[in-house]
Antibody, heavy 120, light 110 residues
Framework: QLQLQESGPGLVKPSETLSLTCTVSGASISSTTYYWGWIRQPPGKGLEWIGS???????YYNPSLQSRVTISVDTSKNQFSLKLTSVTAADTAVYYC????????????WGQGRLVTVSS | QSVLTQPPSVSAAPGQKVTISCSGSGSNVGNNYVSWYQHLPGTAPKLLIYDNNKRPSGIPDRFSGSKSGTSATLGITGLQTGDEADYYCGTWDSSLSAVVFGGGTKLTVL
């Protein structure tokens, strides 16, 4: 059974970089033709796609966040990571990692989510 | 402002049927597959429908999806109190080159 688990600091200071890691178990990130993505939900608001990484390493980002986002993979640890620079209070959200079969298809497997608060 | 438009809330009695709409445009709903998610507070979203009308394994057939033109619809029959949740539609937007979601619809089972 595929499982995803987010980890990383729950508190980040304004203007600093938010860093989260998603550890995948039950499947190899590099050997299956899937996309691995990050989605967030600010308090009281809806879902927002941040970006996705294809198993080949190709990345796709939300244009509204593209200048601040990097998604990378560490195949040796079967993990993929999110870095979001120059954060503000507007970046406070629950961050989820998830897997989808194509950019046009749904996210079937999700992590439990990680609340990240941006505050000094 | 979300790219996809959903009603903020819907309600119905237990045992009844409810539909939730998702309105978009030709660059998203009109030419790409639509997915639907159920989101309960404190949990991860659950995929209910993918590719417009397919259900993942384990999703009961009380949940159905359809699409016509630039609008998609989620249907839920035999409503249960456990269905109370937020529901989101999502798809790919070819113009934005981005996955987009609707603003979400809160379902209340009266």
């Amino acid at each position: 059974q595929l499982q995803l688990q987010e980890s990383g600091p729950g508190l980040v200071k304004p203007s600093e970089t938010l860093s989260l890691t998603c550890t995948v178990s039950g499947a190899s990130i590099s050997s299956t033709t899937y996309y691995w993505g990050w989605i967030r939900q600010p308090p009281g608001k809806g879902l927002e796609w941040i970006g996705s990484l294809y198993y080949t390493g190709s990345t796709y980002y939300n244009p509204s966040l593209q200048s601040r986002v990097t998604i990378s993979v560490d195949t040796s640890k079967n993990q993929f990571s999110l870095k979001l620079t120059s954060v503000t209070a507007a970046d406070t959200a629950v961050y989820y990692c998830a897997r989808h079969g194509a950019l046009t298809s749904g996210f079937l497997y999700w992590g439990q989510g990680r609340l990240v608060t941006v505050s000094s | 402002q979300s790219v996809l438009t959903q009603p903020p809330s819907v309600s119905a009695a237990p045992g009844q049927k409810v539909t939730i709409s998702c309105s978009g445009s030709g660059s998203n709903v009109g030419n790409n597959y639509v997915s639907w998610y159920q989101h309960l507070p404190g949990t991860a979203p659950k995929l209910l429908i993918y590719d417009n009308n397919k259900r993942p394994s384990g999703i009961p057939d009380r949940f159905s999806g359809s699409k016509s033109g630039t609008s998609a619809t989620l249907g839920i029959t035999g409503l249960q109190t456990g269905d109370e949740a937020d529901y989101y539609c999502g798809t790919w937007d070819s113009s934005l080159s981005a996955v987009v979601f609707g603003g979400g619809t809160k379902l209340t089972v009266l």
